[in-house]
């Protein structure tokens, strides 16, 4: 699908609210709304504070976290031919797929369900209320409790193409297409979704545990699941579990997913404990640059700030990297994370002037990127020895 398509033919889910075209890049605010990268980037730059929607506050600065769930959707509307719309729906009655899932053993029936599932939870806010209300998210549940688990030590090569397999990751999908809506972000985890979705994050197979990841980000854009998740036994050890042994993509989700939890205070402690400060350090040396952004969320709280201490200048030449390399987001966070060790260490304030941070911050000071400006301004001044405010 073009950008350039009749509007009509765009689902109104998947439509930039400020815009109104179809997304490219859709990314999440603190309110829980979505909209396209660009659109609400100009929004913030013109001096706005607020959700474009609800008109309420919105943190200093604005957090924008990608929505993988409404850019998978977007990307499978887009490679479907004729376009999705409700006139072209599948033939196959929903009700009549959520008891196929219940009843039938044949797993490949199984994943042609999932399939045609799939298909309608792409189409409109409607049709996904019309799944759960044919009761799909007992079948899913259902098809997860059917999936033997792997083990750690899991070769994808072996099971990739057994059908289980597939139940599995197309489960997990739909899973995550149903979390698109708001309204049933909750309702999913009191249903008992969180318990498959961890067990996923340790044994699942194929893309299973990058998709699990996935879905707790989604989940976690709601307030109270962030507290409902961070207190969910293994929950977050299974992140750092994956960002400890995961693959390149398993890596970035449990990465973003630990981000998404860690905007709430309590979950950064809970991270802390669970040794996440370490491995977030070596997939930032690897150059995972989410994992600097989900080190500045540590950063805020003491017990993360003396366990980064505890890392030394390891700490200091990880993050003077992404000073020099990164991209602007990169930075950013890499200024913010320093700023909160130095303004926290003055060992730490020392190390950062004998490394040369003070003459990057002061090139950084014409960078194009805003946030980039008032972050070096602020670090400048602490190294300078001048008394931080929140006003930097």
Known sequence: MSRKQPRQLVPEDLRCPISLELMSDPVIISSGHTFDRSSIQRWFDSGHRTCPITKLPIPDPPTLIPNHTLRSLISSLSNTTPPLSQNNSPSSDPQTLVNTLLTCSDQDVKVNSLDQLSRISKLDLGSRRRLIEAGVVSALLNCLDSVP???????????????????????????????????????LVAEGLLGKVVSALYGGAGDSRAVAATVLTSLAVVEVNKATIGTYPHAIPGLVFLLRAGNGRERKEAATALYALCLFGDNRVRAVENRAVGILLRNASAGLERAVEVLGLLAKCREGRNEMLNYGNGVLGILVNFLTNGSSRGVQYALLTINALCSYSEEMCFEATKDGVFEICVRLLEDDNEKVRRNAKCLIQVLQGRSFTGKC
């Open 149 to 187: 688990r792997r083990s750690h030590t899991y070769s994808d090569t072996n099971e990739v193409g057994d059908a289980r397999v597939r139940v599995q990751e197309k489960a997990l999908h739909l899973f995550l297409n149903l979390s698109l809506d708001d309204d049933n972000k909750v309702g």
